[in-house]
T-cell receptor, first 116, second 114 residues
Framework: DAGVTQSPTHLIKTRGQQVTLRCSPI?????VSWYQQVLGQGPQFIFQ???????GRGNFPDRFSARQFPNYSSELNVNALLLGDSALYLC???????????????FGPGTRLTVL | QKEVEQNSGPLSVPEGAIASLNCTYS??????FFWYRQYSGKSPELIMF????GDKEDGRFTAQLNKASQYVSLLIRDSQPSDSATYLC??????????????FGTGTRLLVSP
């Protein structure tokens, strides 16, 4: 079975530009979460979507937005890019069955964003 | 604020030795704990999860959980150079039905020398 896929793999943008990152979850998974990982740090939670609705948001500015489509794929948008937005952006998918603690998140390969 | 603490390392062990990676967490109500391995430039890969106090073994890996001490660890037996990576500890925070997120530590870098 195919795992989580993300595109593009790498992206170079300049300050002030906008970027869209894409994610396709594992087949059958209905929840997608986005994380940002800067060099030397653990991933930081940005958004969770489940059944096409935003279920949670991390401590990120409004320049970050996302959505989930009927096929459960997702896009993360970042506007007015700053140098500090340079990071590895990770998408994770899970089944998310209620509040089951056994639900596990599986990560895609990530998109490396560089802002110049 | 949910926090997860790890020693950043590097932790250096010789090939064949046992590597012990440790993690503490701040939220006493946490129920689910995960270990991910991340090679340089790659995304995190799930190694193990543990929910109950005690030990859980999977091949060369053993996860240990002590909820009273708010402590989770990962033991890697017969360490191999290919185990050299950053190991991320993550704690699941269930905010409500439909909203769960992982809170990660900064990771421990493991170096296994031949």
């Amino acid at each position: 079975d195919a795992g989580v896929t993300q595109s593009p793999t790498h992206l170079i943008k300049t300050r002030g530009q906008q970027v869209t990152l894409r994610c396709s979850p594992i087949s059958g998974h209905k929840s997608v979460s986005w994380y940002q990982q800067v060099l030397g740090q653990g991933p930081q939670f940005i958004f969770q979507y489940y059944e096409k609705e935003e279920r949670g948001r991390g401590n990120f500015p409004d320049r970050f937005s996302a959505r989930q489509f009927p096929n459960y794929s997702s896009e993360l948008n970042v506007n007015a890019l700053l140098l500090g937005d340079s990071a590895l952006y990770l998408c994770a998918s899970s089944l998310l069955r209620g509040t089951a603690g056994t639900d596990t998140q599986y990560f895609g390969p990530g998109t490396r964003l560089t802002v110049l | 604020q949910k926090e997860v603490e790890q020693n950043s390392g590097p932790l250096s062990v010789p090939e064949g030795a046992i590597a012990s990676l440790n993690c503490t967490y701040s939220d006493r109500g946490s129920q689910s704990f995960f270990w991910y391995r991340q090679y340089s430039g790659k995304s995190p890969e799930l190694i193990m999860f543990i929910y109950s106090n005690g030990d859980k073994e999977d091949g060369r890996f053993t996860a240990q959980l002590n909820k009273a001490s708010q402590y989770v660890s990962l033991l890697i037996r017969d360490s191999q150079p290919s185990d050299s990576a950053t190991y991320l500890c993550a704690v699941k925070w269930i905010v409500n039905t439909g909203f769960q997120k992982l809170v990660f530590g900064t990771g421990t870098r493991l170096l296994v020398s031949p």
